[in-house]
């Protein structure tokens, strides 16, 4: 493109290689610093954000007004001429009020560019602005992201390590219980025997019994 | 029933019940001698590497907005089992059993008295084996261990 180098287009531009070594929390505080500073002075991001073309525009339009203001003045001259009262007081007085219209017509319309032209500024930088919130909320949702799933497979790490210690101190605890589990094998294979008690019954006979036995044999 | 005498009805079992009975009673004996054993390894498991990464990028992460990160070590070193990486309650258990001896050493005492000396195998005063009662078994089980 001719004529001189777009300030907006010759700004710092990320290094590619070094993306990678910010974080996307990093990106997310810079993009939200960033978006701050505008909506803290919009004037200031504004005049970074103004059109490089302005001025060329506006001094077309100059040139298009002064081209009509002069072809406007032909025409009065002309007229003059036609009526034979050319370099006459009324061509003066004409080509005075022309001039003054044309000029009030060059004024109106930088104006009116000038104000366009900041007013979209104002508005690119806002667009700007807005454009580093979503991309710092998109990096700090990445990150969010990123970190929850890897707290989750660090989770399932650790959880298999308990797993493997849970094991091993179950079988700690089953070897120093390993006592306690004879002996109740030992006193549930007891007392699971059946009718393994009886009964043995005696008798001592008394006085009554030798009486009644002598007389028995009497 | 005639009159005069007297009739009686004990209660009988055969012989080889009866020393299991009482072999079961010996065990039981010894058993009643067994001292806490406390468990010395890994209790809970150790944070993995990617946890460990995962602080780490939440610190930078609260760096990275001006916030205070929390850096510095919580947990005590983990120690290995086997291979197995985890923090035990052992120190923790050690600390408090140090605590109990400075400040009330008489309970300690009296607790270890019931089981063997962990070292030693020396039976405790209070363990039924030392205990003043004549027992009628011949043996409370072979003593020793292995």
Do not use: H, W
Request: aromatic share 8%; net charge negative; hydrophobic share 35%.
């Amino acid at each position: 493109m001719a004529g001189s180098a777009n300030p907006n287009m010759v700004q710092s531009v990320p290094d590619p290689t070094s993306m990678p070594r910010a974080t996307p929390y990093q990106r997310a505080s810079m993009a939200n610093m960033g978006a701050m500073q505008t909506y803290a002075n919009p004037a200031a991001a504004a005049a970074n954000m103004m059109n490089p073309y302005q001025q060329q525009v506006v001094d077309a339009t100059i040139r298009d007004v002064g081209n009509a203001a002069q072809v406007g003045l032909n025409q009065i001259g002309a007229q003059a001429q036609g009526a034979g009262a050319y370099g006459g007081s009324r061509q003066g007085i004409a080509e005075a009020e022309a001039l003054k219209g044309f000029n009030q017509q060059a004024l109106d319309q930088v104006s009116r560019l000038n104000q366009q032209g900041y007013q979209q500024s104002i508005n690119n930088a806002y667009n700007a602005a807005a454009g580093l919130q979503n991309t710092g909320n998109q990096a700090f949702a990445m990150g969010n992201q990123l970190q929850q799933n890897q707290m989750q497979q660090g989770a399932m790490q650790q959880q298999m390590m308990q797993n493997l210690i849970n094991a091993g101190k179950q079988q700690f605890a089953g070897y120093l219980g390993q006592p306690q589990q004879n002996l109740n094998t030992m006193l549930s294979t007891v007392s699971a025997q059946p009718q393994l008690s009886g009964q043995e019954r005696s008798f001592k006979p008394g006085l009554f019994n030798y009486l009644q036995f002598a007389a028995g044999l009497a | 029933m005639a009159k005069g005498g007297r009739e009686s009805t004990d209660r009988t079992m055969p012989q080889f019940f009866e020393t299991a009975l009482q072999q079961s009673v010996g065990m039981g004996q010894d058993l009643a001698a067994m001292p806490y054993v406390g468990y010395r390894g890994a209790d809970v498991a150790a944070f993995s590497p990617m946890q460990q990464a995962v602080f780490q990028n939440q610190q930078d992460a609260m760096n990275a907005f001006g916030m205070q990160g929390g850096q510095g070590q919580y947990m005590p070193d983990p120690v290995n089992t086997g291979g197995a990486l985890g923090y035990s309650s052992a120190p923790v258990y050690d600390a408090a059993m140090a605590n109990l001896e400075a400040t009330s050493p008489a309970i300690p005492d009296y607790i270890s008295s019931f089981g063997i000396d962990p070292i030693t195998g020396e039976v405790g005063s209070r363990a039924p084996d030392s205990q003043p009662v004549a027992l009628e078994m011949q043996s409370a089980g072979r003593r020793g261990g292995k």
